[in-house]
Structures are given as C-alpha cells and as structure tokens.
C-alpha cells in the first residue's frame, strides 16, 4: 500500500488543519498554563471539535460516529502536534474509544460510544504505574467479592485522568507481576467510593493523574473483555495509542522544522543569514530526512493497524501490526529529539526562553517519548520479537 493519504484523508487533515490552527495555536496552550485553567483544555473547543465529527472518528457507525481508521485518526492526530493542542482526544477517542469497542460487549458499547462520538464522555486508560512504561508489571489486585472484585493500588501517569468520567484500569486478577496470564481491564467510575484521584500537570502543560484505587468495588459487568485474559486485548489498544502520539510527534517535528528553517531564512549574523552557512544547511537537511522517513513508518504502522482490523485479528496481521509500531514509536521518539534539540539550538539563546515557543515543543516531544513507551523500551520489544 502507498504510504500517502488518500483525496478523503486530504481533505480531512485540511479540515482539521484549519480548525486547530485557528482555534488552538500555541497560544491557547500558554493562555492554559498561565492562567492555571483548572481543566486542562476547552471544553468550548472540545464540543466543537466533536460537533465536526472528529470524537467519533474511531466509534462505529451504529454508535452514531464516523468508523474510520487508525490512519486518519493519526492525520488528526499530526495536526495536534503541530500546535501541541491540549484535548482528550487520544485518551478518550483513540485509546479507550478502540479499547471500548474491541473489548466491551454489546451493552457497554451501547452505553459508552454513543456518548464518545458525541464528545460528552470522556474515558482514558489507567495502566502505569511506575516511572516507566511496563505493562505486564501491573500489580494493582483485583480480588474477587461477592458477584464482582474489589480494586487495591495506584496508577500514575493518567492522561486527563482529573476530568475523565470513565476509567478503564489494567488490574491483576491473578499471577504476579510481569506475567501475562492473569491481566484484567475494568470499567470503573471515577467517583466510586475509595477512588482518590490527584491532577499532575505534567512539564509539557498536558493533563495526568495519579489515581489510588482503596477496595474500590465493582461488579461483574464492569469487565472490560475476559478475565485473566486482557494482555492481548492490552496489546492491541497500546499499540493504537503508540501510532497516534507517534502520529503526534510527527507534527510535533515538522512544525519545529519549518519554524526553524524560516528562523535559518531571516536571521542574519556576520553580515549574512544564517542559512546561507553549509554547516546549518547540512544539518537542516539530515533532519528533514529523517522526519519524512519517520512519516513513512508511522503511516506503515498505521496502515498495518487497520489490516490487524480488517483480517479479523489474525495472528500474522497482529504480529505485523506490533512490529511496525514499535518502529515506529521508537523512530518518531528519537526524531522528535533530534527535531526539537536542532530547533533549540538554531534558534541560539532564545531558544531557550520561555517567552520562545519552542520550548514548548522540546518539553511535549520528551512527555510523548515516554508516553506508552520510549524507544528504548519498543527497540527492545522488536528485537525480543525477532529472537534476539
């Protein structure tokens, strides 16, 4: 398959394109920090982004969305990144609209896509729950009692977990840590007895939490798939939401790159704009390479999730869909790196100001990096899965 967009997913990244820039530059990102908005985001904007259809992307058609792909949920995705525009779009319409709709049962997804494709529910996955993305070291228990379980431990690093109106929580239900047998995902109200829940904001302006859960009780119903049996429906929605914020840094490293080519095209030093050094211009060039090669493996890791989709969850499709995000993560991780620290330095000084926006880009590129797993972590992954 071309890894380009077709004329329907064009004319949607122009569409999305030309609402974000609008309505959620830069600025709007600083206006929220400075004025410490107690939300996070817009709801305003929020209402309106999904009065265009974009909440539901992901939410089938009978759930009253638009039941597109993974890859044009990464070109809304992209244009985020370019203006680092703070909205519960990956936490609610791509990763837990997806973890929703693979794992849930009839009555859940009637119940809860509905109200995501409308944009008045918000959800978000609770996984981590140390400094760094481990999955199988869930250790949250889940114990059973009387016709459901009762939830002990904490997660951390939940994105707009402060706003959410649905958890769905990664819990052990059996084995221990590190083993994949005996993994369960719940959904639990964020206003049930015994859930505690502390906002984070993060060094990149976004939104977390970190949610204690104290013999939190829940019901049969609220399994989210089997129980003991989640770490492969785990495995397919964190790979969803690795090739959107993949997606995300993406955007993040071109609008860095074209603001810092512009910067290299007016400042002048030594008599002659700094773009006219070879050095800068050398330099300058490596990294637009690296970002369009970067935008292929993306998109392959995308179009590779939509096949997984399409054949049924086959188990060569599933295992070609996590490689190609794992690549794709990693690589999009160290490019926004790459992308960020050039910008910084080419700037020179101001670079380094917080009245430049620039630092924006650098603190958000370093929160994606590690969010659902930094390269370190998926170049580990490819190679385990090869045999190495």
Same mark, same amino acid.
């Given at each position: 398959m071309a890894l380009v967009l077709t004329e329907e997913q064009s004319m949607l990244r122009d569409s999305a394109r030309g609402l974000i820039s609008d309505k959620a530059p830069v600025s709007h990102l600083r206006h929220l920090r400075d004025s410490k908005d107690p939300t996070g985001f817009s709801k305003e904007f929020w209402h309106s982004f999904a009065e265009m259809g974009f909440a539901g992307l992901l939410v089938p058609d009978e759930f009253g969305g638009s039941g597109?792909?993974?890859?044009?949920?990464?070109?809304?995705m992209e244009e985020i990144g370019r203006t680092l525009m703070p909205s519960p779009f990956l936490a609610t319409s791509v990763v837990a609209a997806s973890a929703l709709n693979r794992g849930g049962n009839a009555a859940q997804k009637s119940e809860y896509l509905p109200k995501i494709a409308s944009g008045s529910l918000l959800a978000t996955l609770a996984i981590d729950e140390g400094a760094k993305h481990r999955p199988l070291q869930t250790s949250l228990q889940a114990v059973r009692?009387?016709?459901?379980f009762k939830l002990s431990g904490a997660k951390a690093l939940v994105v707009d977990g402060h706003v959410a109106d649905l958890?769905?929580?990664?819990?052990?239900?059996?084995?221990s840590a590190g083993e994949r047998e005996g993994l369960t995902l719940f959904l639990v109200n964020p206003? %049930? /007895?015994?859930? *505690?829940?502390?906002r984070t904001i993060m060094v990149d302006a976004h939104n977390a939490a970190r949610i204690e859960f104290a013999n939190v009780e829940v019901t049969a119903d609220s399994v989210l798939g089997?129980?003991?049996q989640a770490a492969s429906l785990l495995d397919g929605v964190l790979d969803i939401g690795r090739g959107a914020v993949a997606a995300e840094m993406v955007g993040l490293s071109d609008e860095v790159f074209g603001r810092t080519v512009e910067y290299l095209k007016s400042r002048k030093q030594f008599g002659k704009l700094i773009g006219e050094f070879q050095a800068l211009q050398h330099r300058a060039a490596e990294l637009y390479v690296d970002i369009e090669i970067t935008r292929a493996a993306v998109m392959k890791a995308l179009q590779a999730l939509d096949a997984d989709v399409a054949k049924a969850a086959s188990a060569v499709a599933v295992a070609k869909a996590a490689s190609a995000v794992?690549? %794709? /993560?990693?690589? *999009?991780?160290?490019?926004?790196?790459r992308a960020v620290q050039e910008g910084v330095q080419m700037h020179g000084g101001m670079g380094m100001t917080d009245q430049f926006d620039i630092g924006f880009f650098m603190k958000r590129a370093?929160?994606?990096e590690e969010l659902f797993g930094d390269a370190n972590y998926h170049t580990e992954q490819l190679a385990r899965a090869r045999g190495y």
């Amino acid at each position: 398959m071309a890894l380009v967009l077709t004329e329907e997913q064009s004319m949607l990244r122009d569409s999305a394109r030309g609402l974000i820039s609008d309505k959620a530059p830069v600025s709007h990102l600083r206006h929220l920090r400075d004025s410490k908005d107690p939300t996070g985001f817009s709801k305003e904007f929020w209402h309106s982004f999904a009065e265009m259809g974009f909440a539901g992307l992901l939410v089938p058609d009978e759930f009253g969305g638009s039941g597109l792909g993974y890859v044009e949920a990464g070109v809304v995705m992209e244009e985020i990144g370019r203006t680092l525009m703070p909205s519960p779009f990956l936490a609610t319409s791509v990763v837990a609209a997806s973890a929703l709709n693979r794992g849930g049962n009839a009555a859940q997804k009637s119940e809860y896509l509905p109200k995501i494709a409308s944009g008045s529910l918000l959800a978000t996955l609770a996984i981590d729950e140390g400094a760094k993305h481990r999955p199988l070291q869930t250790s949250l228990q889940a114990v059973r009692a009387g016709n459901g379980f009762k939830l002990s431990g904490a997660k951390a690093l939940v994105v707009d977990g402060h706003v959410a109106d649905l958890f769905i929580v990664a819990a052990r239900t059996a084995g221990s840590a590190g083993e994949r047998e005996g993994l369960t995902l719940f959904l639990v109200n964020p206003a %049930a /007895k015994g859930v *505690a829940i502390e906002r984070t904001i993060m060094v990149d302006a976004h939104n977390a939490a970190r949610i204690e859960f104290a013999n939190v009780e829940v019901t049969a119903d609220s399994v989210l798939g089997e129980v003991d049996q989640a770490a492969s429906l785990l495995d397919g929605v964190l790979d969803i939401g690795r090739g959107a914020v993949a997606a995300e840094m993406v955007g993040l490293s071109d609008e860095v790159f074209g603001r810092t080519v512009e910067y290299l095209k007016s400042r002048k030093q030594f008599g002659k704009l700094i773009g006219e050094f070879q050095a800068l211009q050398h330099r300058a060039a490596e990294l637009y390479v690296d970002i369009e090669i970067t935008r292929a493996a993306v998109m392959k890791a995308l179009q590779a999730l939509d096949a997984d989709v399409a054949k049924a969850a086959s188990a060569v499709a599933v295992a070609k869909a996590a490689s190609a995000v794992a690549v %794709a /993560k990693a690589r *999009a991780g160290t490019t926004a790196t790459r992308a960020v620290q050039e910008g910084v330095q080419m700037h020179g000084g101001m670079g380094m100001t917080d009245q430049f926006d620039i630092g924006f880009f650098m603190k958000r590129a370093r929160v994606c990096e590690e969010l659902f797993g930094d390269a370190n972590y998926h170049t580990e992954q490819l190679a385990r899965a090869r045999g190495y």
